[in-house]
């Protein structure tokens, strides 16, 4: 299968040019809801799933999942150290 980096006539991810949106959380991260209806309509949200599971990104919304410090969001709890930086943001 093509990727969008390699033919523009190949399934485009709708995250594409919306970094802001998926990447710079002001606040709290998603929910698992919002996450997951950021990414529904996607066209290559099942592989972005698949990948994100797989290589634990650092951060932001990948595949319907929030993530922080490679951790899905929605298991964190707001004790967690890694929400701290959410105090600074509110």
Known sequence: MATAVDDEGAPQPLCAGRSAEFMDYEGYPPSEDEAKAMCA???LLEQCNLNARQQL???GVWG???WIDRRQAHILKPADPRW???ENET
């Open 41 to 43: 309509g996607c066209p």
């Open 64 to 66: 319907g999942i929030a």
């Open 57 to 59: 990104p650092s951060w």
């Open 84 to 86: 701290s930086w959410c």
